[in-house]
């Protein structure tokens, strides 16, 4: 049974690794149901207090993922056309590889701030936060995700 527990949460584990690139797909919270998983086998390779360490932080990580963009985009003067334009471009951009992914999020956020009305550089300037919002979120998400990667093979081993 311990085998079936770790392939399952393998597949979680990369399940939240190719979540932390697609905003449809929680990353983090699928690579802690991975941890937990290993919880089942017959010696737990995790301490109560390391899960709930890992828990608090997929917390604020999935929080912050939700926030960070909205600062940025606010911070550089975007508007709500803007964040939309960047997760619409993020989702649009996957289909076109690690390019895509990356430049799908700025090019539509700018193209959300010109159909809300805005001028080429108010709109220029939103969708680089927007932008930089978007990484800063996915670079956390990758971190907190690698992470937990990183100690669920090393608790197979």
């Known amino acids: 049974m311990d085998l079936v527990w770790a392939v399952i949460g393998g597949i ?10 697609l905003p449809f797909i929680p990353g983090p919270p ?4 991975g941890l937990l998983l290993l919880q089942l086998r017959e010696t737990a390779p995790f301490t109560t207090q390391f899960l709930i ?3 608090v932080i997929v917390i604020v990580i999935t929080a912050l993922d939700y926030l960070v963009p909205i600062y940025g985009t606010k911070r550089f003067g975007g508007t709500k056309y803007g964040l939309w334009g960047c997760t ?4 649009a951009g996957f289909w076109f590889g690690p390019v895509g992914i990356i430049a799908g ?3 539509g956020a700018l193209l959300g701030e010109w159909l ?4 080429s550089d108010q709109a220029f300037k939103a969708a680089i936060g927007s932008f930089v919002g978007f990484l800063v979120g996915t670079v956390l998400k990758l ?4 992470v937990m990667t990183y100690y669920f093979i ?3 081993i």
């Open 143 to 146: 971190i907190a995700s690698g």
């Open 116 to 119: 809300g009305n805005r001028n």
């Open 88 to 91: 619409i471009g993020l989702i």
């Open 53 to 55: 360490l890992w828990a």
């Open 12 to 21: 979680l584990m990369l399940a939240g690794i190719i979540g932390c690139l």
């Open 154 to 156: 090393a608790s197979l």
């Open 30 to 33: 699928l690579s802690f149901l």
């Open 105 to 107: 999020p700025f090019l």
